[in-house]
């Protein structure tokens, strides 16, 4: 059998099964406004969608995989590059950019124009300090450590904090590697 | 070379006899699921040639687990995933690890073809059916219904796909 090579990201969304947009939007507001209530606190919030996106993560990595076909990416820019290109495009159907690498090649930002996440959506004044959107990032963090990449995501600009785009920035903090045992002496 | 339409067909029918003979049973034998760290997360047999009892398949999922690893060592090419296929006289192995650790594994007839895209089947079904169900917890044994079903159409899928070859 031929190798499959890897899909783009229009293919994938084309084959996936989706759910209508503004479904998907407002149950997602529905639920950033439920956190709202519950925990009172906009720090609290915060956090807590971070551990959600990071749950969603460590599951949704096996999926993004296996439906598009990529292989072992051999450095973390072309990592990056996947990410923006086929798997928000997978997920979300909207593709990002990549830019602002540092000399290293181990923090980068990616920049979304368009984020289905926040149709409808204003932050009222008592709100300022939420990221939204902040589920997002947990996604990244979590996909990338279940493939060995301890990262970390935060956000640089939000259009709801009145900034001109979304911009999401990736750190790489290491490369745990994966070879057994992981210590021969220990 | 020139045939006629009936002449490709009766071609056909011949080889699809063959193969009938050739493969006169179920040539899956067996299906295993290993999490990262080597545990047996699904086990599943079809047909009776090759059943194991719950203790039996433990085991030969963790020791699959440890040769694949020491192969991946052994091996002289840098960046080896480690044993792909395992041929035997009474079966062969075939073996598919995803990029997050998971290890997918059947045990099936000799000579079996096809057996990577059932693997990268079945892990899709994996991902759509085990990880997507909420009450799923990572890295233990899966008891998911659709997949359940859903592996059993794929493989019924492939058991007719591989009679019409």
Known sequence: MAPVGPRSGDAIFANVERVNAELFTLTYGATVRQLLTDLEEVEEVNKQLDQMGYNIGIRLIDEFLAKSNVTRCVDFRETAEVIAKVGFKMFLGVTATVSNWDADGTCCSIILEDNPLVDFVELPDTCQGLYYCNILSGVIRGALEMVSMKTEVTWIRDVLRGDDAYELQVKLLKQVPEEYPYKDDE | ?165
Request: aromatic share 10%; glycine share 6%.
């Open chain 2, 1 to 165: 070379m020139c045939m006629s339409h009936q002449d490709s067909i009766a071609l056909k029918l011949s080889l699809i006899d063959s193969e009938k003979k050739r493969f006169p049973m179920a040539a899956i034998y067996s299906l295993y699921i290993i999490n990262k760290s080597g545990g047996l997360i699904f086990y599943k047999d079809y047909g009776s040639a090759g059943r194991m009892d719950t203790n039996d398949s433990l085991r030969v999922a963790s020791l699959w687990h440890s040769m694949h690893v020491i192969s991946q060592q052994l091996s002289p090419t840098t960046g080896c995933s480690g044993i792909e296929l395992l041929e035997a006289d009474t079966f062969d192995l075939h073996c598919f690890q995803s990029l997050t650790g998971t290890k997918f594994f059947v045990v099936c007839e000799p000579g079996t073809q096809h057996m990577e895209s059932l693997l990268k089947d079945i892990y899709e079904l994996y991902t759509d059916y085990v990880l997507k169900n909420p009450f799923y917890e990572m890295e233990m044994p899966i008891r998911c219904e659709l997949f359940d079903i859903n592996l059993s159409q794929a493989v019924q899928k492939d058991r007719v796909a591989m009679l019409g070859r």
